[in-house]
């Protein structure tokens, strides 16, 4: 037997937004990162994105770097 759900607790609705910042790097050709941008744009978390950065090494794929926030309430 599996419990998916800790029925024991209470879901506070007046808990405090926090959030956490984070770094993605990722590699890959123009169009394959500019659908992950539109993936986190759609997704379901809140999530504020600062800064975008690419760079075209020259014997690479094109490397995009995101900088961000993600939000949650801290139960």
Excluded: C, H
């Excluded at 500019?34 to 075209?56: D, G, H, Y």
């Excluded at 094109?62 to 993600?70: D, Q, R």
Aim: hydrophobic share 45%; glycine share 2%.
């Amino acid at each position: 037997q599996v419990e998916l759900e800790n029925k024991k607790i209470q879901i506070n609705r007046d808990a405090p937004l926090s959030q956490v910042e984070f770094t993605l790097n990722t590699q890959g050709t123009f169009q394959n990162l500019m659908k992950l941008l539109t993936a986190l744009k759609k997704s379901a978390r809140l999530v504020t994105i600062v800064s975008v950065n690419f760079v075209q090494p020259a014997d690479a794929n094109l490397i995009m770097t995101i900088n961000g926030k993600a939000y949650y309430l801290k139960n």
